[in-house]
């Protein structure tokens, strides 16, 4: 056995089981920690398959962000509540059933030999000289720059969605009020005072 | 040496791992972002392994694309999570029925 077959193994060994134990973990923050594991096995399955750009990427984004905001979340919020565990075995045997069927359909398709070593084949194995990025931003900025640009502005339209939503206070930026500038009276905006002469003379 | 075909048994069990934790926190919202990350992961192995195996780079271009869309959906969602938990003083998903018919 190869070494990099040793290594599937082990990865693949971690992805399943920490996926098994998130999803039937009870703490839903040992949960996000189970899933930030899965999603460092997952990281190195695709370092395996010569994609380095999206495994640095799913660490970074995935782990230092997204699993970050998931912690925050259920850190801020009463996730604990005992109404939420006390359903957990209801719908155990629904879920059993739904994943068997899918798995037995999966594996209906798998196990006819398509995607088999004989059918497909190894890829051509590329030289040392190879950069996964610079094929990846090759593509990205030429062939698809224009859906590159369009997830920038999903991003962007995303940021300002969850601001939007979550924003509570009012934020101290002068606006318009437009109702009180047509209400305005001739008195509210000028004053009239009565200067003394004498101290006007007083100051010449 | 290790087929496509084990890849993608590996990202198939993993994604039925996913549905099941769908159907199991059901009352969960926050367990049923997090197994819908699951499954996107799964997804996205399955991708980079036909791009490996295909020689074909557009597959990764996906999961990148995918990546964006995940983590856009995530912010999203958490922030509808926050206000109904604001709103309500529960995330339990049975609380929610307003529009119920």
Avoid at chain 2, 28 to 41: K, Q
Wanted: charged fraction near 10%; aromatic fraction near 12%; hydrophobic fraction near 55%.
């Amino acid at each position: 056995m190869e070494f990099t077959s040793i290594l599937f193994y082990v990865f693949s060994l971690f992805f399943v089981g920490s996926s098994l134990v998130m999803i039937t973990s009870r703490n839903t923050a040992k949960a996000a920690l189970w899933l930030i594991l899965t999603f460092f096995s997952a990281a190195s399955l695709w370092l395996l398959l010569e994609a380095e750009f999206l495994a640095i990427t799913l660490i970074l984004i995935y782990v230092g962000a997204v699993m970050v905001l998931f912690m925050f979340v259920i850190k801020m919020l009463d996730t604990e509540a005992s109404t939420l565990r006390a359903q957990f075995t209801r719908y155990l045997p629904l879920g059993i059933f739904v994943s068997l069927v899918v798995i037995v359909q999966m594996a209906l398709v798998l196990n006819a030999g398509p995607f088999d070593l004989e059918t497909v084949g190894l890829p051509d194995q590329h030289g040392p000289s190879y950069s996964n990025i610079t094929a990846i931003a090759q593509q990205l900025y030429t062939v698809y720059v224009y859906p590159f640009e369009l997830a920038a502005i999903l991003l962007l339209i995303a940021i300002i969605a969850a601001i939007t939503l979550v924003h509570r206070t009012q934020l101290n930026s002068k606006k318009q009020n437009i109702t009180e500038q047509i209400n305005v009276q001739a008195k509210d905006r000028m004053r009239f005072a009565s200067i003394n002469k004498k101290s006007t003379k007083g100051s010449k | 040496m290790i087929a496509l075909s084990d890849y993608l048994i590996l990202s198939s069990i993993v994604f039925c791992i996913g549905l099941a934790g769908i159907f199991i926190n059901r009352t969960n919202i926050i367990m049923i972002l997090m197994c819908v990350e699951l499954i996107l992961a799964a997804v996205n192995t399955n991708f980079i392994a036909f791009s490996f195996y295909g020689s074909d780079l557009a597959g990764q271009i996906f999961v990148f694309f995918i990546l964006t869309v995940a983590a856009a959906e995530v912010a999203i969602g958490l922030a509808i999570l926050t206000l109904m938990y604001r709103n309500r003083g529960s995330i339990d998903i049975d609380v929610t029925n307003t529009l119920k018919g």
